[in-house]
């Protein structure tokens, strides 16, 4: 198993922050993710405990479950199938407030499920993927959230 991070501050409010993040239709606008779903709503919050969202990304098929939703500090979440196959422990997002801004950190551990190369692919090849494009869609939040015309004039 790799454990892949990606950390980014984003001159927003946390609360912003993470509704721009844990809303992951949002995604569609980094160009390595293709399509992301809600497909079944969770408790509480659309993005909630038991919310189920289906992702189309460069890198493949995903789809998820929420396991944890603490707006506005946390949420985490567990991939139950994936294309190509992968075998996931973990996956979360935490956020906090530094200054009137939001250090956001998406760490995931995963690894391609295949015998013996599993590993090897996950290291060099899977983990620089995942790593890129959890950075791309970090990116797009600060985007949208920091250098908008709509984030110009709060």
């Known amino acids: 198993m790799e454990t892949m991070t990606s950390e980014r501050v984003i001159a927003a409010p946390i609360d912003d922050v993470f509704a721009w993040l ?10 390595l993710v293709l399509r992301c779903r809600l497909t079944r709503r969770g408790e509480g919050a659309p993005y909630g405990v038991g919310a189920v969202r289906s ?10 479950r929420i396991t944890r939703y603490e707006a506005p ?6 991939v139950e199938r994936s294309v190509p196959p992968s075998r996931h422990e973990f996956g979360s997002m935490t956020f906090s407030e530094a200054d009137g801004k939001t250090l956001v950190r998406w760490t995931t551990r995963a690894e391609m499920k295949l015998p013996l190369l599993g590993p090897v692919l996950t ?3 899977v983990r620089p993927m995942i790593t890129r494009s959890f950075d791309s869609i970090l990116d797009a939040a600060d985007r949208a959230l920091v250098n908008s015309p709509d984030a110009q004039g709060k």
């Open 123 to 125: 290291r060099h090849l």
């Open 22 to 31: 844990t809303t992951t239709t949002h995604y569609t606008r980094s160009p």
């Open 55 to 64: 992702h189309l990304w460069a890198i493949g098929w995903l789809r998820e």
């Open 73 to 78: 500090y946390v949420t985490e979440y567990v």
